[in-house]
C-alpha cells in the first residue's frame, strides 16, 4: 500500500561484509520486493546476496525470501542466515 | 493418549489408521535396500582405514582384471569445483569440499572415508575386487577431541584454512573454520546488577541419528545421459540437484524416487552413496546397486556434533535473570559446517534475558562430516544452559519450572538475533506441568526429578501436493515429501477436511521427482505445516472446482453453489431448486462437465511458528553400579493444532526416546589412532525397550494462525530437553553436579565416589 514504510535490520556480519556496517534502514515498501529492490539500489549486488544468504523475520514470524511476501506499516524485518532443520 | 480439546473439525485431530501401516506390518513395504532391477551390478565403497592420511597412488588394475567387474571410480571420475561457499552460512556450501567428501581426492581425512568405488556382478565379487586395489597411504597425525583441534599446535586437516568471522581475519591456519557471534544488551551492566553468577563447562560427544535402515540406493544412467535413482532419502529433489552437480550433469536428466525410509533423523539429507552409484552406473553402462553395511554407516555418514561449552547465567534473589553469556565449540567433523549456529540461536531463546551473548566454533577435526540431527545444535546448547539454569535455581531456592516461568520468553521479547518472538506457546507447556499431578508425587531414596526445556524455529519454505478427483469419487493426492513421521496420514486428514469427504476415500503417496513440484526435503519440522498448506490449497481448489462442475450441472451461475459437507448445495436464489450433489455424483459426470478434475499447489510456507518443550523425569541411581533408570517421563509440548495426535505423541516419546540414549548411553568411542571402537549397535548403546519408561506426551495446543488448521512442527524440540533433565535429576539423586555426556555408569560411578570423598 502506497506510504508504508518498513524497519529493516540486517545481521551484523551481514552488515559488515556488505553494507560497511550500517545496519538499520527506514525503507517505504509495501512488499520485500521493495524492500529487497531499495536496499539493492543503495548497495548495488546486496539483491542477490539477500535472496540467496537469508530468511526473513517480519515483526517476528519467520518467512523464507519471497517477493511478493507483504507488509505493514511500520513492520520490522531483520533479514538473518538461513537455518536448517533436521 | 491425550484427551485433546474438543474440535470444530470431522477429521483433523482424530486417529485414523495410517494408510501406509500394512505394508510395513507385514514386511511388504519397499525400503532403499528392497529394490531388486534385473542385471544390476552391486556397488561397493572402499574407505580408509587412517583417521587422516595422504592418497600417494591409487592402483586398480589388479580389480579391474577379474571377470564380472564393470568400474572402479576415484575422485578422478568426479569434476572438482571452485573452492567458495555458496549460500547462507548454516547451510553454506562448499562443492570443493562436498566432493572430497563423497570421494577423497589429495587426503584421506578420517576413518571410513571414500577412497575408490567398484562394481561387480555380485557382492562377493566386490567385495573381492575391492581388496585388490591397491591404495598408497602416507599416514599423518590425526586430531579427534574439538579442544585439542583448536589448539595451535593441532595436526591440520587444510593447510590454508583461515577462520571466517574474525576480523582482521587470522594470518595462521587452524581447524576452526569459522567464529560466530550473537549479542543483545550490555552484558557488563547485566552481570552487575546479578545476586548470583553461576559458571559452568560441559561437553557433549558426538551421537549418530542410529535410524534402523542403513543407506541404500540405486542408480541407473542411459547413454544418453538420462539417469533415474531410487534412494532412501529424506529429500528426493535434494538428491537430484546434489548428484546432477557433483556429476556435471543438469537437473532435468536425473529422476529420483524415494523409497520408504526406516529413519534419517536429518541424517539421510545429505547424498553419500547416490553420486558414486552414478558414477559406477555412467561407467559401466549397467544399473548399479549400493547398499552401507552399519559398520559404514557409523563410520562415514553424519552424527551430530560434540561440544566443549561454556555457559554464564546471572540473576537476582527473586530469580530475574538478569545477563547469560555462552561459548559452544562444535565438532564439525572432517570439513565446515556444524550446527553451531543453531545452537548460538536457540540457547537462550526461551527466555526473556536483556543482555546476552552466544559465541560458536565451527571447527574441523579427524571425525565423518556432522550432519543434521533432529533440532540440529539446539539440544547440544540445552545441555549446558538449562542444566546452569538448575543450578541457579538451587542457589536462589526456586522451584525449577516457576525460574522458567518468571523468565519465559512471550510475544515480544527479544531474540538474541534481533527479531522480537511473535507466537506464544512456551508459557503454556510450563503451566501444564506445573498443574501436572505427578511433579508434585513423592521420591524415594537414590531418586531425583529433573527438569529442562527446548526451543526450536521450525521450517516453512517449499512445497508441492496436487489432487486428482477419480471417476468412482475417490480422491488421490501426492506431494514432494518423503513420509517419516506419518504425514501421509495427515495430508490425507487435511484433504478430507477440507474436502469434506470421508478419510477412507482418499489415498495418500509420495511422488518422485518427475511426478510432482519441487519440494525441500522432509526436515526441520516442515511437512505438516508447508505441505500441509499446499495440500490444503490445492484441496480448496478443487472445492471451487466441483462447484463449477455442479453449476454447470445445474445450468446456474457457480455463485449459487456452495460447497458443504462434501456436497454442492445451491445457495441464493437456488435454495430448494436441487438435490445436493456428493463429491462422487460430480465426479461421475467428470467428462460431461470439463474432463479431469486435478489441482496442484506449489506454496513458499512461511509464517510457522516455533516450538517449544518443557519436560521433567524423575530417575533413579543405582549406587552400586552407577545405572540410572527413567522411572517416569513427562513431556509438553506446544503442538499449535495436532492433525493426527497419535502420531504428534509419537514424535514426541521418540524424541524424548532418543534424548535419553543421548544422555545415558550414547557416545563415539575412538582409539588412539582415531578409529572408531564402536561402529555397530552392540557397541553404540541405543537405547532398548527396558531402558525407556512409558514417556507421557502432554500436547498443548496453541494454534498457528499462519497455518490452515493451526498446525505447528512437531518432530524436533522435543529431543532438546532430555540430556539436561536426566542430568538435573541425577544431580538431586545423588548431589553431583554430571557435566559431561553421556552419563553412563563408569561417570556415575566416579560422580558416587567423588560424593564419598567429599
Same mark, same amino acid.
Given at each position: 500500500m502506497p506510504g508504508t514504510t518498513a524497519r529493516v535490520v540486517l545481521s551484523s556480519g551481514f552488515s559488515r561484509r556488505y553494507t560497511s556496517g550500517t545496519r538499520e534502514f527506514d525503507i517505504a515498501a509495501s512488499s520485500l520486493r521493495g524492500v529487497i529492490k531499495a536496499l539493492d539500489q543503495l548497495y548495488p549486488g546486496l539483491a542477490e546476496h539477500l535472496e540467496k544468504e537469508t530468511t526473513v523475520a517480519i515483526d517476528g514470524e519467520l518467512h523464507e525470501i519471497g517477493y511478493l511476501q507483504p507488509l505493514r506499516q511500520g513492520s520490522e524485518v531483520f533479514f538473518i542466515p538461513k537455518l536448517e532443520g533436521g | 493418549m491425550n484427551d485433546i480439546t474438543p474440535s470444530r473439525y470431522k477429521w483433523v485431530g482424530t486417529r485414523p489408521i495410517r494408510p501406509d501401516g500394512v505394508p510395513k506390518v507385514t514386511g511388504r513395504a519397499m525400503y532403499g535396500a528392497d529394490l531388486a532391477m534385473a542385471g544390476a551390478l552391486y556397488g561397493k565403497v572402499i574407505r580408509s582405514p587412517h583417521a587422516h592420511a595422504r592418497i600417494r597412488s591409487i592402483n586398480a588394475s589388479k580389480a579391474l582384471a577379474l571377470p564380472g567387474v564393470r568400474a572402479v571410480v576415484?575422485?578422478?571420475?568426479?569434476?572438482?569445483?571452485?573452492?567458495?561457499?555458496?549460500?547462507?552460512?548454516?547451510?553454506?556450501?562448499?562443492?570443493?569440499?562436498?566432493?572430497?567428501?563423497?570421494? *577423497?581426492?589429495?587426503? $584421506?581425512?578420517? &576413518?571410513? %572415508?571414500?577412497? /575408490? @568405488?567398484?562394481?561387480? +556382478?555380485?557382492?562377493?565379487?566386490?567385495?573381492?575386487?575391492?581388496?585388490?586395489?591397491?591404495?598408497?597411504?602416507?599416514?599423518?597425525?590425526?586430531?579427534?577431541?574439538?579442544?585439542?583441534?583448536?589448539?595451535?599446535?593441532?595436526?591440520?586437516?587444510?593447510?590454508?584454512?583461515?577462520?571466517?568471522?574474525?576480523?582482521?581475519?587470522?594470518?595462521?591456519?587452524?581447524?576452526?573454520?569459522?567464529?560466530?557471534?550473537?549479542?543483545?544488551?550490555?552484558?557488563?551492566?547485566?552481570?552487575?546488577?546479578?545476586?548470583?553468577?553461576?559458571?559452568?563447562?560441559?561437553?557433549?560427544? *558426538?551421537?549418530?541419528? $542410529?535410524?534402523? &535402515?542403513? %543407506?541404500?540406493? /540405486? @542408480?541407473?544412467?542411459? +547413454?544418453?545421459?538420462?539417469?533415474?535413482?531410487?534412494?532412501a532419502t529424506q529429500g528426493h529433489f535434494g538428491v537430484r540437484a546434489m548428484t546432477a552437480k557433483l556429476l556435471g550433469m543438469s537437473i532435468g536428466d536425473v529422476r529420483v524416487t524415494p523409497s520408504e525410509i526406516g529413519g534419517g533423523f536429518g541424517g539421510k539429507i545429505p547424498v553419500y552413496l547416490e553420486p558414486i552409484a552414478a558414477a559406477l552406473s555412467k561407467k559401466s553402462g549397467r544399473a548399479v546397486k549400493m547398499v552401507m553395511s552399519r559398520d559404514e554407516v557409523f563410520k562415514a555418514t553424519g552424527p551430530t556434533s560434540g561440544a566443549s561449552m561454556w555457559v554464564k547465567i546471572g540473576a537476582k534473589k527473586d530469580g530475574t535473570i538478569t545477563a547469560a553469556d555462552g561459548v559452544f565449540k562444535f565438532q564439525a567433523g572432517a570439513f565446515p559446517g556444524s550446527p553451531v549456529m543453531n545452537a548460538c540461536l536457540c540457547a537462550f531463546a526461551p527466555y526473556n534475558i536483556p543482555n546476552a551473548r552466544t559465541v560458536g566454533y565451527d571447527v574441523v577435526s579427524n571425525r565423518p562430516k556432522a550432519s543434521a540431527y533432529r533440532a540440529p545444535g539446539s539440544p547440544i546448547s540445552a545441555f549446558a544452559v538449562e542444566s546452569t539454569l538448575d543450578i541457579v535455581a538451587q542457589k536462589i531456592g526456586i522451584d525449577p519450572l516457576q525460574l522458567r516461568l518468571k523468565n519465559a520468553a512471550r510475544p515480544g521479547t527479544t531474540m538474541i538475533y534481533g527479531p522480537k518472538m511473535a507466537h506464544r506457546g512456551y508459557v503454556e507447556t510450563l503451566e501444564a506441568l506445573i498443574n501436572h499431578p505427578a511433579y508434585q508425587a513423592p521420591l524415594g531414596p537414590n531418586q531425583g526429578r529433573g527438569v529442562a526445556s527446548g526451543y526450536w524455529f521450525n521450517g516453512g519454505g517449499e512445497s508441492s501436493a496436487t489432487v486428482q478427483v477419480n471417476e468412482d469419487g475417490t480422491v488421490t493426492i501426492t506431494t514432494g515429501s518423503v513420509d517419516i513421521g506419518g504425514s501421509r496420514a495427515s495430508m490425507a486428514l487435511m484433504a478430507a477436511e477440507t474436502l469434506g469427504i470421508d478419510y477412507s476415500q482418499v489415498r495418500s503417496f509420495v511422488a518422485d521427482t518427475a511426478s510432482v513440484g519441487f519440494t525441500n526435503p522432509t526436515g526441520g519440522s516442515r511437512v505438516t505445516f508447508a505441505t500441509g498448506t499446499a495440500i490444503v490449497e490445492a484441496s480448496r481448489k478443487i472445492v471451487d472446482e466441483l462447484r463449477k462442475r455442479a453449476a454447470v450441472i445445474w445450468d446456474v451461475d457457480v455463485d449459487g453453489v456452495l460447497w458443504e459437507d462434501g456436497h454442492a448445495k445451491p445457495a441464493g436464489a437456488n435454495v430448494g431448486d436441487f438435490a445436493p450433489l456428493s463429491l462422487k455424483e460430480i465426479a461421475a459426470k467428470k467428462a460431461l462437465t470439463g474432463g479431469p478434475i486435478t489441482a496442484a499447489a506449489s506454496v513458499n510456507a512461511g509464517g510457522q511458528a516455533p516450538g517449544f518443550t518443557t519436560q521433567f523425569c524423575d530417575v533413579e541411581v543405582d549406587p552400586e553400579t552407577g545405572k540410572v533408570t527413567v522411572l517416569r517421563y513427562v513431556a509438553a509440548q506446544d503442538v499449535g493444532k495436532a492433525i493426527h495426535p497419535s502420531y504428534v505423541e509419537g514424535q514426541i516419546q521418540g524424541g524424548v526416546a532418543q534424548g535419553i540414549g543421548w544422555a545415558l548411553n550414547e557416545e563415539y568411542i575412538y582409539d588412539k589412532n582415531g578409529r572408531l571402537d564402536n561402529p555397530g549397535f552392540l557397541d553404540y548403546r541405543v537405547p532398548v525397550a527396558p531402558d525407556i519408561p512409558m514417556i507421557e506426551a502432554v500436547l498443548v495446543e496453541v494454534p498457528n494462525p499462519a497455518h490452515p488448521y493451526g498446525a505447528k512442527g512437531v518432530g524436533e524440540v522435543n529431543i532438546c530437553p532430555p540430556m539436561a533433565a536426566i542430568a538435573n535429576a541425577i544431580d538431586h539423586a545423588i548431589g553431583r553436579r554430571l557435566t559431561e555426556l553421556p552419563m553412563s555408569p563408569p561417570r556415575i560411578r566416579a560422580a558416587l565416589d567423588a560424593v564419598a570423598a567429599d
Open positions: - | 576415484t575422485a578422478a571420475d568426479f569434476p572438482d569445483h571452485k573452492f567458495e561457499y555458496v549460500g547462507p552460512e548454516r547451510v553454506a556450501q562448499n562443492f570443493w569440499h562436498i566432493t572430497r567428501n563423497i570421494m *577423497a581426492r589429495e587426503k $584421506a581425512l578420517y &576413518e571410513g %572415508h571414500p577412497v /575408490a @568405488a567398484v562394481a561387480a +556382478a555380485s557382492k562377493s565379487l566386490a567385495e573381492e575386487a575391492a581388496a585388490l586395489i591397491e591404495i598408497d597411504y602416507e599416514v599423518l597425525p590425526h586430531v579427534i577431541d574439538v579442544d585439542e583441534a583448536m589448539a595451535p599446535d593441532a595436526p591440520l586437516l587444510f593447510e590454508d584454512m583461515i577462520t571466517r568471522g574474525i576480523e582482521p581475519a587470522p594470518i595462521r591456519p587452524s581447524n576452526i573454520s569459522k567464529k560466530l557471534e550473537f549479542q543483545i544488551g550490555d552484558l557488563e551492566a547485566g552481570f552487575a546488577e546479578a545476586d548470583i553468577v553461576v559458571e559452568k563447562e560441559f561437553k557433549t560427544a *558426538a551421537v549418530h541419528q $542410529a535410524y534402523i &535402515e542403513p %543407506h541404500a540406493c /540405486a @542408480a541407473r544412467v542411459e +547413454a544418453d545421459g538420462q539417469a533415474e535413482i531410487w534412494t
